[in-house]
């Protein structure tokens, strides 16, 4: 009998997505369907899977895990050392959340370039005020880092708008239609200075560590803006500050930060040309990705029962 903890926030009739995954299987299969925060150690090892949000900590001194399928996509909290046995199966939801973390993308860049954040400030204080600043995604040139789910949909909306987009990817691959050009990692020097706007859209990992540093923020043109939604270790949170309090470049919008919260001290609260969200851009709160998220999990439910090959299975060493 394998015994399956699911710890996702289900209704009976989600729940029952589930059972019927394994309804073929039942004398094989236990589900058991506990909340996240009422998960005890005595569940975890008794389990030979588990879908959803569980604590590394409590992962641990476990032994027996099979498969632990994630309900984010972001899965490095996961791949350290001795977090999971080293034969445990780890996937994650990637693919769950790229529309709803693109769109945000796309928000963040629209408010920076049509200067909403001034005149959100500016209704504050009733000031009827003209923003000479505005500036057109049209015509613009975007570097889109990561052209996986996330910045693959952001390229190719960007792409419809009118821009060139450039994507710049960990490891070579095939380009897709909506890029005009595509490099790997290690032209990013290179290529940086012509960008208008610079999007990320990286997972965490030592080859994606502060990607974007000193270095890079000095290339870049003096009125380009950098938008930020993968994760928060890809920029150099100082050198950014910085970049940003000297006018080395002109804005961003960070949808995460190197260290989250972000303290309340930090002088990227208080500049005109930021936006922070505090890591908002992809929720499994928000129904539509909730609804994402428990197909996915269901999906791979039924390949794990029937012995199937998982998706989006985990590379250890890389983190995604």
Known sequence: MKNILITLPLSENEKKLFQDKVKDNIDEIRLSFIDETAVSEKDITSADAIIGMVSPSLLKNVTSLEWVQLAWAGADRYTGPGVLPSDTILTSASGAYGISVAEHMLSLTFA??????????????????LNCGKKF???SNVLVLGIGDIGGYYAEKMKALGAHVTGVCRTPKEKADFLDEQYTIDALDSIIGSADIVALALPAGEST??????????????DSVIINAGRGSTIDTSALTDALKNGTIGG??????????????????DMKNVIITPHAAGKLEDEFNKKRVIALCADNLYRYVHKEKLLHIVDRNTGY
Do not use: C, F, T
Request: hydrophobic share 30%; glycine share 8%.
């Open 137 to 139: 995604i049209y015509g």
């Open 112 to 129: 920076l370039y049509s200067g909403l954040n001034i005149y959100s400030e500016q209704q504050k204080n009733h000031e009827w005020k």
């Open 252 to 269: 961003a919008g960070l949808d995460v930060l190197e260290n989250e919260p972000l303290s309340p001290d930090s002088e990227l609260w």
């Open 209 to 222: 560590y502060h990607v974007i540093g000193r270095e890079q923020l000095l290339k870049m043109k003096s």
